[in-house]
């Protein structure tokens, strides 16, 4: 099956700071989104993002579907933030692999 | 907002018992997932319908547990009987809005299943 990579696994920001996290997969794919976890193991949508660039307040995502990857940009982190945050591929239409996740502390 | 609901939200059992789970997708979304997700790692597809059949049940441990969706509405996951190491977050999913056109996937808040 497909592989999904994210990257860092693990980040330490000081609140106010930004941040970059990456997903790269292993084939082309037809379906992409990115979750918030949150302390209490609710998946949040954040981006369904299969290819091209989308914005929602501090957060903006792109993904480079000729590339396999897609970036997740956070701006202005706040502790609310913090938590897990992944990345799901799908190569058929509502098919999803989830990679391994990103944890995400933002210190006051 | 329309959100998929899960129940019941924790779960406590010894080993050697059943449980079950139950979940209610989004209203018109004709797929559904169910999940399991061990501490420290990503969700792991158990079982995926299609309306009322079974798309893929490839990583679904089928010596112990079952998986219905009889209307193509709600859907049970049934564990029997229950192991130490099925101790983890179950999660269920619906997508595909028929009318929208979108393959966009919805969470619902889980079941947090602890096994004694």
């Given amino acids: 099956g497909i592989q999904v990579e994210q990257s860092p696994p693990d980040l330490i920001l000081q609140e106010g700071a930004n941040s970059t996290l990456r997903c790269n997969f292993s ?25 091209g660039t989308k914005q929602n307040g501090r957060l903006s995502a792109t993904t480079v579907a000729t590339e396999r990857y897609s970036l997740l940009y956070i ?11 992944f990345c799901a591929v799908g190569v058929t239409g509502n098919q999803f692999y989830f990679g391994t996740g990103t944890s995400l502390t933002v210190i006051p | 907002e329309a959100e998929v609901a899960q129940s019941p939200r924790y ?23 169910w999940y399991r997700q061990i501490l420290g790692q990503g969700p792991e597809l158990l079982v995926q319908f299609q309306d009322e059949s079974v798309v893929d049940d490839s990583q679904l441990p089928k010596d112990r547990f079952s998986a219905e969706r009889l209307k193509g509405v709600d859907s049970t996951l049934k564990i029997q009987p229950a192991e130490l190491g099925d101790s983890a977050m179950y999660l269920c999913a619906s997508s595909f809005d028929v009318l929208a056109g979108s393959y966009e996937q919805y969470f619902g808040p889980g079941t947090r299943l602890t096994v004694t």
């Fill in chain 1, 27 to 51: 084939d082309s794919v037809n379906n992409l989104q990115w979750f918030h976890q949150n302390p209490w193991g609710q998946l949040i949508n954040l981006f369904y993002i299969p290819s």
């Fill in chain 2, 11 to 33: 779960k406590i059992t010894e080993k050697s018992q059943a449980v079950a789970f139950w979940c209610d997708p989004i209203s018109g979304h004709a797929t559904l997932y």
């Fill in chain 1, 75 to 85: 701006s202005s982190s706040q502790t609310t933030d913090s938590g897990v945050y």
